[in-house]
């Protein structure tokens, strides 16, 4: 079901600062939506507007076709999974998850049934009668769930919920989590700042930036075409050009004049005339790296150039090379790395090839969002992406 | 030497001078008087030879039930009111934003600049027939001229909450600044209205607080002696008043001792249960359904 859980412009502002500036969107009956963004983009205030801990300036939201903006947090068909867990330390387990259900005042005997239902959802039947203080991280991670999930809320909301576990522990819970959604099938709102977590887990992704919401799409849809600088450079690595359309092929493409750089040819989605100007977004994984110069193919750019820096990363390595008056980053995957007897490393001439369909337009283009990417500058001269 | 002696041994360093400290400046003194109790008195108000319980007997003076009583209910009720003000007060100077928060609890401390006496004094002139409180109530058609304000139980009660307020409000304000208040949304975003957080998050998440308030308002409430003395009346004497009196004008030590003794029994077995009932890790035990049988 679609506009399960609608935002209808809403603001909220501390003082002079505007947290949350007229977002709307629409949320579906079901799936696992995330809020992604740097800490400050507004993301949990908007999270806290929902589950009734702050009221909006302006605006409206809407969960199930009836307005809540103006019910108290325990009024609200809605539970959140807080950043810090708040788990109750004066109660067991048990009484953790029964709590809900107390203040609801269900009968004993349907709590006693749910909680267990919960604890078994959870696989933690062994620690029901444990203190808070005797659990691990990733246990209280679950109870957190559980004791949110007991109420049959509408919507659950989960404010950074991995945030304070360790790597590992972090990508086995979010299979957990996506285990648990499936199970339950309720629809998740999920906060995060960690772009590989709202990648892995969500139907959708809101990328949010400084109390606007920037696009709204799948994973795939905000990664491979990012609307604007930010996402772009935000969500994952990238690579920007500026330049110009000289030329509109035969086909989807045209080929671009880029100061400081060979000409390039791109995918006009944009249906971009000769004289537009245009900002160019290049992923660090569409490179692809030669020693020698490869065949040519048609739609495939290739540039020479000279490799500034190397970090060999394991799974990949993290090329920096200079092409004229840009620094380009990439990355290479490792799928026969040992079989090539020589990696490329420092000062090589090297050639770049990629294919004109993986780079992407954007719409919005701020210089700002350079500073979000994740090359090293170069101490001699400034870097130019 | 093994560790674990070693270990023993370390810690008997550590504690070792508090211990000798409370030895010698409380436990013995109060060895002695629990003997004296049990020693003879002279007429001029020494302590004479052998061992008596002559003064235990003595105990069973007909007016004494009703000041053990009179002194129990004072001290009660006082803490219970000390701590339905404090509780809301220690949350409101928590919660206060950091300025105030110190302008706050200055506020609470500021009238122990004060000399104890001085403020009791204070309280007489106030509630004096003449008094500025009493010529204001009058004024305001609040009591008529010829009640009288001073010299009674309730003006003791009032008095002793006055003392022993900030005691109350310091331990629970402690409490409530390092209480994490994303409990209280946790409770409610699981449905609790304001109230119900409060009451079974946030009082249980203060109770250390709490019971040090009690502890620090009950156990003083019950041996005052120079409230009731300066603004009670003859009706509102308490034991700590009758101890006074066999001290000072009885000259009576081994009876003043009784009473001490017996006071300090009243003050150790509820000072015992909450150490035990508190602080003490309590065992988890499963409460199932305690709430939904409710």
């Not at chain 2, 003194?29 to 004296?36: C, H, L, Q, R, S």
Request: aromatic residues 10%.
């Amino acid at each position: 079901m679609a506009d399960f859980l609608v935002f209808e412009g809403v603001s909220k502002h501390y003082g002079e600062i505007r947290a949350v500036d007229s977002v709307s969107l629409s949320i579906n009956k079901g799936e696992i939506f995330s809020l992604l963004g740097p800490s400050g983009c507004g993301k949990t205030t908007l999270l806290r507007c929902c589950a009734g801990f702050e009221a909006p300036d302006a605006g409206r939201i809407i969960l199930d076709g009836r307005d809540i903006t103006g019910l108290p947090p325990h009024e609200r068909k809605v539970n959140t999974v807080f950043q810090n867990y708040a788990l109750f330390p004066h109660l067991t387990i048990r009484d953790n998850i029964a709590f809900g259900p107390r203040m609801a005042r269900w009968t004993k005997g349907e709590i006693d049934k749910e909680v267990a239902r919960m604890l078994e959802l959870i696989q933690m039947e062994d620690y029901a009668d444990r203190k808070v203080t005797e659990i691990s991280g990733g246990q209280k991670q679950r109870v957190a769930i559980a004791r949110a999930l007991i109420n049959r809320p509408q919507v659950l909301l989960l404010d950074e919920p991995l945030a304070a576990l360790d790597l590992k522990l972090r990508q086995r819970m979010l299979v957990e989590l996506d285990a648990i959604h499936d199970e339950v099938g309720i629809t998740f709102v999920y906060v995060t700042h960690d772009q590989g977590e709202a990648m892995g887990i969500s139907d959708r992704i809101a990328a949010m930036n400084r109390g606007r919401i920037e696009q709204i799409g799948r994973p795939v849809e905000i990664y491979e075409a990012p609307r604007s600088s930010f996402v772009a450079a935000f969500i994952g690595d990238t690579n920007f050009f500026d330049g110009i359309v000289t030329e509109v092929m035969d086909g989807p493409y045209c080929r671009l004049r880029i100061e400081g750089f060979p000409d390039v040819l791109a995918w006009n989605d944009k249906g971009l005339l000769p004289g537009n100007a245009v900002h160019l977004s290049l992923r660090p994984e569409k490179f692809k790296i030669w020693r020698e110069l490869p065949e040519p193919l048609p739609n495939r750019n290739l540039v020479q150039g000279t490799v500034e820096d190397v970090i060999y990363l394991g799974s990949h390595t993290k090329y920096w090379v200079r092409v004229e008056d840009y620094r380009l980053g990439l990355h290479q995957q490792h799928s026969r790395y040992l079989l090539d007897t020589r990696p490329i490393t420092w000062g090589e001439k090297v050639w770049l090839s990629w294919f004109a369909d993986d780079s992407c337009m954007l719409e919005r283009y701020k210089a700002e969002d350079e500073n979000l990417l994740v090359l090293p500058d170069t101490e001699a001269e400034p870097a130019r992406a | 030497m093994t560790t674990v002696a070693k270990k023993k041994w370390h810690e008997w360093l550590i504690t070792g001078p508090s211990f000798i400290w409370l030895l010698i400046f409380f436990i013995i003194p109060t060895m002695i008087v629990f003997a004296i109790t049990f020693k003879p008195s002279t007429p001029f108000g020494g302590i004479g030879d052998g061992w008596t319980l002559n003064t235990l007997f003595s105990l069973r003076n007909p007016n004494y039930p009703a000041i053990i009583w009179r002194t129990v209910w004072l001290s009660v009720v006082s803490t219970a009111i000390c701590l339905l003000l404090a509780v809301p007060c220690g949350y409101c100077i928590a919660r206060a934003p950091k300025r105030s928060r110190d302008i706050l609890l200055l506020l609470v401390i500021i009238p122990f600049w004060t000399n104890f006496l001085i403020r009791i004094f204070a309280w007489k002139v106030l509630l004096h027939p003449e008094g500025m409180l009493k010529q204001a109530l009058v004024f305001l058609h609040l009591c008529s001229p010829d009640a009288t304000l001073l010299y009674n139980p309730v003006t003791v009660l009032l008095v002793i909450i006055y003392t022993y307020l900030p005691f109350a409000i310091l331990p629970v304000y402690a409490a409530a600044e390092k209480f994490d208040y994303s409990l209280i949304e946790a409770a409610r975003d699981l449905g609790a209205s304001h109230f119900r957080a409060f009451r079974r998050i946030f009082l249980p998440g203060i109770s250390r607080g709490v019971w040090t308030a009690v502890l620090m308002v009950f156990i003083p409430a019950l041996g005052s002696y120079v409230i009731p003395d300066i603004v009670g009346g003859p009706g509102s004497e308490m034991i700590g008043n009758k101890i006074a009196q066999r001290t000072f004008v009885d000259r009576n030590l081994p009876h003043a001792s009784a009473l001490a003794a017996l006071l300090t029994l009243a003050v150790m077995v509820p000072l015992m249960i909450t150490l035990v009932h508190h602080y003490r890790q309590p065992p988890v035990a499963p409460k199932k359904g305690k709430e939904a049988a409710q």
